[in-house]
């Protein structure tokens, strides 16, 4: 079975700066998609960014990108010129494409903190 | 568009009894998976629902039960209540479940049940 490790239980950046989450996972399949959801205070996952395995370009989404490194297993996410906004917890997620696995496994989370 | 709408928000049960909670999902969308979140365990996948089949399940007791009616909406059972089925259960819809199609999975707020 899949698992996905997130070894930052808590993270704090200040305003402006650049953070990086840190996620790694274990599979032994070839093809699958990783994801990072963001919770909020209101408790709705939202979707922030994802990467299909089979793409060795990284994933972009406005101030958030990734560093996919396939053959280490890791999955890292940068956070460029912080807001207040971004503070939530963070959740990385594995999702196979095999048959009857198609759920979402996610890590543990990491709780970041914006500083003003 | 209206996002995904669970109810209740809230709920307080007492141990032995059952509970059923409820996942509307986007307009068009037709399929429906649940989670539990727990402070220990984390993110758990329960069940996933698509034209009213359950297609994947999760490592849960029989307590824990599903359905999907014809016009998408969904809700999940727990019977006989325990302490430890406290936690915030997370509906996500899609428009296809992800064996048939590259789809994103948006996450409602949430129902926090608590067993007392």
């Known amino acids: 079975a899949q698992t996905v490790t997130q070894s930052q239980p808590e993270m704090s950046v200040q305003e402006a700066e650049t953070v990086t989450l840190s996620c790694t996972y274990d599979t032994s399949e070839s093809d699958y998609y990783l994801f990072w959801y963001k919770q909020p205070p209101s408790r709705q996952m939202i979707l922030v960014i994802r990467q299909e395995a089979y793409k060795q370009q990284n994933a972009t989404e406005n101030r958030f990108s990734v560093n996919f490194q396939k053959a280490a297993k890791s999955f890292s996410l940068k956070i460029s010129d912080s807001q207040l906004g971004d503070a939530a917890m963070y959740f990385c997620a594995y999702r196979s494409l095999i048959q009857g696995a198609q759920k979402l496994v996610f890590g543990q989370g990491t709780r970041l903190t914006i500083n003003p | ?116």
């Open chain 2, 1 to 116: 568009k209206a996002g995904v709408t669970q109810t209740p928000r809230y709920l307080i049960k007492t141990r032995g009894q059952q509970v059923t909670l409820s996942c509307s999902p986007i307009s068009g969308h037709r399929s429906v998976s649940w989670y539990q979140q727990t402070p220990g365990q984390g993110l758990q996948f329960l069940f996933e629902y698509f034209s009213e089949t359950q297609r994947n399940k999760g490592n849960f007791p029989g307590r824990f039960s599903g359905r999907q009616f014809s016009n998408s909406r969904s809700e999940m059972n727990v019977s006989t209540l325990e302490l430890g089925d406290s936690a915030l259960y997370l509906c996500a819809s899609s428009l296809l479940p992800w064996g048939l199609g590259d789809t994103e999975a948006f996450f409602g707020q949430g129902t926090r049940l608590t067993v007392v």
